[in-house]
């Protein structure tokens, strides 16, 4: 069965460090796979998603992420934090169909 | 164009009491889906819809029920509420293939006392 799994429920970084948010995925078969952002008090957005076309794929405000099968992982990069990345993130996976199964989740800190 | 539209905001019940949660979308969108948030656990599907007329249960979905009235309305029907159904739900809407982006409403924060 599919899955995602998050390391961290909590980053903390300094404005202009890099973010690095963790995810891994548990699949039978190639998985399609996305990163949305929640701001406080809002719905969900896109951030970037692989759909298999190249393994890195970029995404809105500076954010990229690599899909390495070898290691079953999505993690998302920005090399240079901003005070508005501040935010919940979560990785998603769908495998069969258009149902996504979502992480637990990272709430990213960033401090001046 | 509004995109996805939720009402209400906030509710808040007490236990037994019933409601029905609104969700419309202007994005000509065929799939419809109905999530809940929890801390800690991300977002778990409650039910989903691939077009009108047709419901499927996601990963949680005893205690409620969901309506499909029509392309661009998807209802979720929490009968009897309970204490454990306190969250926040978002409503979230797709073209429906396996590559496409959802895009979800602004939620619904639940209490159930």
């Known amino acids: 069965a599919q899955s995602v799994t998050q390391l961290g429920s909590h980053v903390s970084v300094s404005e202009g460090a890099l973010v690095l948010l963790r995810c891994n995925y548990s699949?039978?078969?190639?998985?399609?796979l996305f990163w949305y952002v929640q701001y406080p008090n809002q719905g969900l957005q896109l951030l970037l998603k692989?759909?298999?076309?190249?393994?890195l794929v970029k995404g809105i405000n500076g954010f990229e992420a690599e899909f390495k099968k070898s290691e079953t992982s999505f993690h998302l990069t920005k090399p240079s934090a901003h005070m508005s990345d501040a935010a919940e993130y979560f990785c998603?996976?769908?495998?069969?169909?258009?149902?996504?199964?979502f992480g637990t989740g990272t709430r990213l800190q960033v401090f001046p | 164009n509004a995109g996805v539209t939720q009402t209400p905001k906030f509710q808040v019940l007490k236990t037994g009491q019933s409601m029905t949660l609104q969700c419309a979308q202007d994005?000509?969108?065929?799939?419809m889906y109905w999530y809940r948030q929890d801390p800690g656990m991300g977002l778990r599907l409650i039910y989903y819809?691939?077009?009108?007329?047709?419901?499927d249960k996601g990963e949680v979905p005893n205690g409620y029920n969901v309506s499909r009235l029509n392309k661009r309305e998807f209802s979720l029907r929490l009968e009897s509420a309970a204490p454990s159904q306190t969250s926040v739900y978002f409503c979230?809407?797709?073209?429906?293939?396996?590559?496409?982006?959802?895009?979800f409403g602004p939620g619904t924060r639940l209490t159930v006392l």
């Open positions: 998603a996976v769908s495998e069969w169909t258009d149902k996504l199964i």
């Open positions: 699949s039978s078969v190639p998985p399609y």
């Open positions: 692989y759909t298999s076309a190249a393994t």
């Open positions: 994005m000509n969108h065929n799939s």
């Open positions: 819809s691939a077009s009108e007329g047709t419901t």
């Open positions: 979230a809407t797709g073209p429906g293939l396996i590559t496409d982006t959802q895009y």
